[in-house]
């Protein structure tokens, strides 16, 4: 159990998005979890064991909350820079680092991203690292595509996923503002 974290929710074109934070040794917010969901419940239960908050208190203000009104405003290369912890083995570690690597508006198959990770023959290992990823926008699993084209599955809902897809499309790395 670590110390408490805080919590937000922001409204979002493809639904309410939370997210949990811990401040970390040097003063920073750090994501422990986010997703498309006004229930920060949700999102605990996602947490690693070893990082799990013992609570979480609201917390409208998180400076992150304006990272992700960049992001849908446009700005898709904003939650490049937002600090994230999760913990697991390290295949899964290395994974969502390499997930933070797939560009906006070019996705990724499982395959893909199997190779990218140094391992191609392990697809199925590549897609439970998108399925176990906590901190979904900031370690974009969103960006990783089915080998034949389809969506694939997404914890947050396939119509969320093609919504991102579609506004990176569309967004592809220019700075809003």
């Avoid at 013992?54 to 820079?81: C, K, M, Q, Y």
């Avoid at 600090?83 to 899964?92: E, M, T």
């Amino acid at each position: 159990m670590t110390a408490p974290a805080r919590h937000a929710t922001v409204t979002t074109p493809p639904g309410p998005f939370t997210v949990v934070v811990e401040t970390d040794p040097d003063g920073r917010d750090v994501v422990l979890a986010s997703g498309w969901t006004a229930d920060v419940a949700d999102l605990l239960a996602i947490v690693h064991p070893t990082l799990r908050p013992a609570r979480s208190t609201p917390s409208p203000g998180l400076p992150v909350l304006d990272v992700v009104e960049e992001f849908h405003a446009g700005g898709v290369s904003a939650i490049d820079g937002v600090a994230v912890r999760q913990r697991s083995g390290p295949f899964l570690q290395e994974a969502w680092d390499v997930l933070r690597t797939v560009p906006a508006g070019r996705p990724d198959t499982y395959a893909a991203f199997a190779a990218r990770c140094g391992r191609p023959a392990a697809v199925r290992a590549a897609a439970n690292a998108c399925a176990r990823n906590a901190a979904a926008l900031f370690v974009p699993c969103h960006r990783v595509l089915g080998s034949g084209g389809g969506l694939g599955g997404f914890r947050w809902g396939t119509p969320v996923k093609r919504w991102l897809l579609d506004h990176e499309a569309a967004h592809p790395g220019v700075p809003v503002g």
